[in-house]
């Protein structure tokens, strides 16, 4: 059952990305050795299908790089992982993820029903527990777990300026073929909005 397609302002922090299956470099004929030879990673963020907002190219797969994205009616999100090699023409998508913006707001709620009651789930309590902390479903498939990034973070927030919690979903996200990104999310739901993109 498909869910209602819904509108707000989706926030994303691209952080950085492990285990990636990068695309080998290739060479031709009359080009430099391998060695000499660059490839670059982006982050793509696409809502139903359309890019609405793209990282800085990367060698060392770490961004840190935040957008706020308004949606207009739309049920899913999706993460393209793209390798380019300097001087080819078109990018190689090395990695997908697809999110239901529908399941990221039910993460949400779950998340302040949980620091409101002041009780945390233990990771063995979750579906696929990780042993790291406490482990939530966005959707089947995509298992999320909390980063290890700027110890002393509570499980699932992130913390902002002055050491305050940031309310949304941090963790790492596993993509497809291989490999995860680090990416906080956060969505508030909103029945009118202006079409507007503001990248930060």
């Known amino acids: 059952m498909r869910s209602k397609p819904l509108t707000g302002t989706l926030q994303v922090t691209v952080k950085g990305a492990r285990e990636l299956d990068h695309a080998p470099i290739v ?3 009359r080009s430099r050795s391998a060695s000499k030879q660059i490839s670059e990673t982006h982050v793509s ?3 139903e299908g359309t890019q609405l907002a793209r990282s800085h190219p990367s060698r060392t797969d770490r961004w840190n790089e935040d957008f706020e994205i308004t949606v ?7 993460i393209v992982v793209y390798d380019k090699q300097v001087g080819e023409p078109y990018p190689i998508p090395i990695g997908l993820l697809w999110i239901r913006i529908s399941d ?3 993460a949400l709620r779950r998340q302040k029903v949980v620091m409101e009651s002041g009780q945390w789930i233990t990771a063995d309590a979750m579906p696929g527990h990780s042993p790291t902390g406490i482990a939530m479903q966005l959707n089947s ?10 110890g002393g973070a509570t499980p699932g927030s992130a913390m902002g ?7 949304g979903i941090d963790a790492w996200f596993a993509v497809e073929p291989a490999g995860a990104i680090a990416l906080h999310l956060n969505f508030s739901k909103n029945s009118k909005l202006p079409c507007t993109l503001r990248a930060t």
């Open 161 to 167: 300026l002055g050491g305050q919690p940031v309310e």
């Open 72 to 78: 207009d009616k739309a049920n899913e999100v999706e």
């Open 27 to 29: 060479t031709s004929g």
């Open 45 to 47: 963020i696409k809502v």
């Open 141 to 150: 498939g995509d298992m999320i777990a909390p980063l290890g990034f700027g």
């Open 104 to 106: 990221l707001v039910e």
